[in-house]
């Protein structure tokens, strides 16, 4: 279960910082003690690894630039060990390549440095806020489109009956068309409504993220109508056929 973010009764959130910059760690930690968060450091990969592993943490501040793991490596294998901790990297490797690396593998977002201090704390606050346990009510707990089904509460996805495994990644992208059945979602509102970040307008990893969801949703289910639909020119569309 995710830590809160306010109220008197409420757990703080825990925030691991990975830097091997000190001074710039140490800013990190401070800064995430100010918004009342607990915050840890360390300076290597394989440190990073370790304690993901072994400790909760509710987000992740990410340098990919490290001495012996990079950060994309240490994506690479806390992801493989099923931790799906949101993860903010920090880069002074600003090429489009590069940012879209860092989120295929499974990164919430990226912030290049140098970077305002303020920024990357908001950018962690926005992705706590994401991953805090929603508890809807009523009918708002389990979203319907044709004959798949999505409960926001247990994160379980299921079409004609069969169970779905989705990423978390994957989780949320879905969910947002589930909210929006029938509409016609660009790159841009997907882009921003689920990444915070437009990356200059590339829409490389929205079609990456529907490409997945369309082989777990579709593409098994050869006897079922297609639901993901694309519009050309405006984008995608989640629908059931009649």
């Known amino acids: 279960m995710n830590a ?15 830097d091997d910059e000190a001074n710039l760690a140490e800013l990190l930690v401070m800064a995430c003690q ?29 340098d990919v630039m490290l001495p012996d793991l990079d950060g994309f490596a240490v994506i690479e294998k806390v992801r493989g060990e099923g931790i799906d901790t949101p993860v903010v990297f920090l880069s002074a490797r600003d090429e489009v390549d590069d940012r879209l690396t860092g989120l295929r593998l499974g ?10 201090l303020d920024e990357v704390i908001a950018r962690v606050e926005a992705r706590l806020r994401r991953s805090a346990p929603v508890i809807p009510s ?11 089904e999505l409960d926001v509460r247990s994160h379980e996805v299921s079409r004609a009956g069969h169970p779905i495994d989705l990423t ?41 993220y529907v490409s997945y969801l369309r082989k777990k949703i579709d593409a098994p289910f050869e006897d079922l109508p297609n639901l993901f639909h694309t519009k050309r020119g405006a984008g995608y569309i989640l629908r059931a056929d009649q």
């Open 138 to 148: 009523g009918d708002e707990d389990l979203l319907r489109v044709g004959d798949l």
């Open 168 to 208: 978390a990644r994957e989780f949320e992208v879905l969910l947002l068309f589930m909210r929006n059945p029938r509409a016609v979602l660009s790159k841009a509102q997907i882009l921003d409504r689920v990444w915070d970040y437009d990356f200059g307008g590339n829409g490389n990893i929205v079609e990456l």
């Open 34 to 62: 100010v918004k009342g968060w607990e915050a840890a450091s360390v300076g290597t990969g394989r440190d990073a690894v370790a304690r993901a592993r072994n400790e909760h943490f509710d987000a992740i501040v990410l």
């Open 4 to 18: 809160t973010l306010t109220g008197a009764d409420t757990v703080p959130a825990r925030v691991l910082i990975v």
């Open 107 to 116: 990164g919430d977002d990226y912030v290049t440095k140098p970077f305002n």
